[in-house]
T-cell receptor, first 112, second 115 residues
Framework: SQQGEEDPQALSIQEGENATMNCSYK?????LQWYRQNSGRGLVHLIL?????REKHSGRLRVTLDTSKKSSSLLITASRAADTASYFC????????????FGKGTTLSVSS | EAGVAQSPRYKIIEKRQSVAFWCNPI?????LYWYQQILGQGPKLLIQ????????DSQLPKDRFSAERLKGVDSTLKIQPAKLEDSAVYLC?????????????FGSGTQLSVL
C-alpha cells in the first residue's frame, strides 16, 4: 500500500524559480524522507527529517514536517534544469522493521 | 564505495515466460529490498531481507514471484510465469543496519516489458 500522497502530480517552472512539493501521509511515523529519480534511473536519497524535527535544510533543499497535520513539504530554491526529475516522499512507520512506504511522486520539469 | 548493482538493465519477454533479476547490494549492508515500480507510480515493496532471512514478503505475489538472498549477500528475484501486469521497473535497495528507518541506496533497476 502507498501511504504518502504528493501534490502536485506535475510541476513546470523556469530556471531560477522555487519549486514546492507537498506530501501527506496517514499513520504515525519515525521519519520522513525525500528521494529524487531521474528518468530511467534508481532513486537517490535527498534528505531525512525525524518526527521530532520541524524543519531541515540541505543546500538548496528545505524540508518541513507537521506531524499534527501528517504532512511535509520539500522546497527547492533557485531551481536548475538539472533538477528536472521525479520526487518521492517516503515514510518510515513507527513499527520497527517496517520498510519505507513511498508515495506516487511529483514530476518536476525545469526549463531554461 | 561501489553502489548497488543490478542486472540486466532491460528485459523483454512474452507472457507466461519466466525471468530472473539479480542484485548485489553495497558491501556490508545487512538489509536488502526489492521494490516494484509501475510507470507513473511510486515504488511498492515486494520483499525485505535482513541478512539472509525474510522480514516482510506480505506484498509478494507468491504464486508467481520468488526471491532469495544467498549467504546474506546478493539476491535474485524470479517471476514464473510472467503476466502483462508485471511490466514495471524492479528496483533493488540496501541499507547498512537493521533499524530499517534510515536512508536506502538504490540500484538503477531492471526494466521489464511483458508482451
Amino acid at each position: 500500500s502507498q501511504q504518502g500522497e504528493e501534490d502536485p502530480q506535475a510541476l513546470s517552472i523556469q530556471e531560477g524559480e522555487n519549486a514546492t512539493m507537498n506530501c501527506s501521509y496517514k499513520t504515525s511515523i519515525n521519519n520522513l524522507q525525500w528521494y529524487r529519480q531521474n528518468s530511467g534511473r534508481g532513486l537517490v536519497h535527498l534528505i531525512l527529517i525525524r518526527s521530532n524535527e520541524r524543519e531541515k535544510h540541505s543546500g538548496r533543499l528545505r524540508v518541513t514536517l507537521d506531524t499534527s497535520k501528517k504532512s511535509s513539504s520539500l522546497l527547492i530554491t533557485a531551481s536548475r534544469a538539472a533538477d528536472t526529475a521525479s520526487y518521492f516522499c517516503a515514510t518510515a512507520p513507527n513499527q520497527a522493521g517496517t520498510a519505507l512506504i513511498f508515495g506516487k511522486g511529483t514530476t518536476l520539469s525545469v526549463s531554461s | 564505495e561501489a553502489g548497488v548493482a543490478q542486472s540486466p538493465r532491460y528485459k523483454i519477454i512474452e507472457k507466461r515466460q519466466s525471468v530472473a533479476f539479480w542484485c548485489n547490494p553495497i558491501s556490508g549492508h545487512a538489509t536488502l529490498y526489492w521494490y516494484q515500480q509501475i510507470l507513473g507510480q511510486g515504488p511498492k515493496l515486494l520483499i525485505q531481507f535482513q541478512n539472509n532471512g525474510v522480514v516482510d514478503d506480505s506484498q509478494l505475489p507468491k504464486d508467481r514471484f520468488s526471491a532469495e538472498r544467498l549467504k546474506g549477500v546478493d539476491s535474485t528475484l524470479k517471476i514464473q510465469p510472467a503476466k502483462l501486469e508485471d511490466s514495471a521497473v524492479y528496483l533493488c535497495a540496501s541499507s547498512p543496519r537493521t533499524a530499517n528507518r534510515e536512508k536506502l541506496f538504490f540500484g538503477s533497476g531492471t526494466q521489464l516489458s511483458v508482451l
